[in-house]
Antibody
């Protein structure tokens, strides 16, 4: 059974840092494209970052230079390191698998990041 | 970046009604479009991929069509459990982008 279990969301001060985790079972993270998507309170879905199976990474302009996507083969986990956090980064963050580099087919349960003083 | 415009932003229909949502892309995205369903407090769920292919396990009352810049998503007979927000999403280009969502109510 495929499961993506997220952790790491929290309340953080503006300018602070946070690392989100997405622990995967049922498939190998390194063999798949993986992505992060976020949803601000009461708003729609916004793509954040993508990592290819080969390791190439992509970022939304709004997070480029502040966020870093990575993965750990030993514990089959996807990460999102978030630095220089701003109030407009407040959102539920979801991880997802990208099947065939195209379809977001398995999702985590989401983790809430709140950036506020 | 490719802009995705969904309409309507919300709709109200009765059980058994046929419901149609449209999604327009800012440029030709061929058939590289997905549709997702998101129920309150839950993660989105893939329903339709490649514009018209039904995801395994999704009910057959859901369908999609279109190519290029104009796409439609249809619920053939609305059920109470279909109350949700529906999003289109293109993957022809990075960054992948979502429509603004359509909230479906009964």
């Amino acid at each position: 059974e495929v499961q993506l279990v997220q952790s790491g969301g929290n309340l953080v001060l503006p300018g602070g840092s946070l690392r989100l985790s997405c622990a995967v079972s049922g498939f190998t993270v390194n063999n798949n494209y993986m992505t992060w998507i976020r949803q601000a309170p009461g708003k729609g879905l916004e793509w954040v970052s993508l990592i290819h199976s080969g390791g190439d990474t992509h970022y939304a302009d709004s997070v480029k230079g502040r966020f870093t996507i990575s993965r750990d083969k030993s514990n089959n986990t996807l990460y999102l390191q978030m630095n220089s956090l701003r109030s407009d980064d407040t959102a539920i963050y979801y991880c997802a698998r990208v099947r065939l580099a195209a379809h977001f087919d398995f999702w985590g349960q989401g983790t809430l990041v709140t950036v506020s003083s | 970046d490719i802009q995705m415009t969904q309409s309507p932003s919300s709709l109200s229909a009765s059980v058994g009604d046929r419901v149609t949502i449209t999604c327009q892309a800012g440029q030709d995205i061929r058939k590289f479009l997905n549709w997702y369903q998101q129920k309150p407090g839950k993660a989105p769920k893939l329903l339709i991929y490649d514009a018209s292919k039904l995801e395994a396990g999704a009910p057959s009352r859901f369908s999609g069509s279109g190519s290029g810049t104009y796409f439609t998503f249809t619920i053939s007979s609305l059920q109470p459990e279909d109350i949700a927000t529906y999003y289109c999403q293109q993957y022809d280009n990075v960054p992948p982008s979502f429509g603004g969502g359509t909230k479906v109510e009964i």
